[in-house]
């Protein structure tokens, strides 16, 4: 159980389109969705927690408008990187929650997406 | 606020030795503590975390780690590591369980034949 699915696993896009992100819970109800970013050899930056049926909250840094997350439903989160550029380029990763006092009440990570943009 | 070190960005070692990977962590309050490993280009698989009850914690692939309260540390351990467990593996913090995760940098284990 608590399997997470991201589509897709890789993206490379041209500077000043946008790309759209899926993360998926599989098998349980996610009521908290996290959306992580990883550069090479880095560690993991949260940039926004988003609750099913509530706008997303940002980190400190991370702009909203150019990262959109929507969270529309209890098994799906997207993030949309608008009018990507090169420095967007990055591993995004995201994690999925599920409801308090279930035995899914922790982070539970997808396999990850590389985006490139050229 | 809270923050995690990790000590070492890569630890190499031969296979078969024991292996330690050095975590510790600042918070005023009482945390959660867990380890992850993440393999090249995939995402993060929980190795064990520390809740509550007994400091000696054990999970998946054999290892182990310890909190202890005294020294703000969790770290991780193996008694013999495998080629398989060349990875990354990081430490986390949390305030509540399932809430915002607080990432260390990270330690590149490397395990040569």
């Known amino acids: 159980g608590a399997v997470v699915s991201q589509h897709p696993s890789r993206v490379i896009c041209k500077s000043g389109t946008s790309v759209k992100i899926e993360c998926r819970s599989l098998d349980f109800q996610a009521t908290t969705m996290f959306w992580y970013r990883q550069f090479p050899k880095q560690s993991l930056m949260l940039m926004a927690t988003?609750?099913?049926?509530?706008?997303?909250?940002?980190e400190q840094g991370v702009e909203k408008d150019k990262f959109l997350i929507n969270h529309a439903s209890l098994t799906l989160s997207t993030l949309t990187v608008t009018s990507a550029h090169p420095e967007d380029s990055s591993f995004y990763i995201c994690?999925?929650?599920?409801?308090?006092?279930?035995?899914?009440?922790?982070?539970?990570f997808g396999p990850g997406t590389r985006l490139t943009v050229l | 606020a809270q923050s995690v070190t990790q000590l070492d960005s890569q630890v190499p070692v031969f296979e078969e030795a024991p292996v330690e990977l050095r975590c510790n962590y600042s918070?005023?309050?009482?945390?959660?503590l867990f380890w992850y490993v993440q393999y090249p280009n995939q995402g993060l698989q929980l190795l064990l975390k520390y809740l509550s009850g007994s400091t000696l914690v054990k999970g998946i692939n054999g290892f182990e780690a310890e909190f202890n309260k005294s020294q703000t540390s969790f770290h991780l351990r193996k008694p013999s590591v495998h080629i398989s467990d060349t990875a990354e593996y990081f430490c986390?913090?949390?305030?509540?369980?399932?809430?915002?995760?607080?990432f260390g940098q990270g330690t590149e284990l490397s395990v040569k034949p």
């Open positions: 918070s005023s309050v009482s945390v959660y």
């Open positions: 988003s609750n099913e049926g509530s706008k997303a909250t940002y």
């Open positions: 986390a913090v949390s305030y509540n369980q399932g809430g915002k995760l607080i």
């Open positions: 994690s999925a929650r599920g409801r308090g006092g279930s035995p899914y009440n922790e982070q539970f």
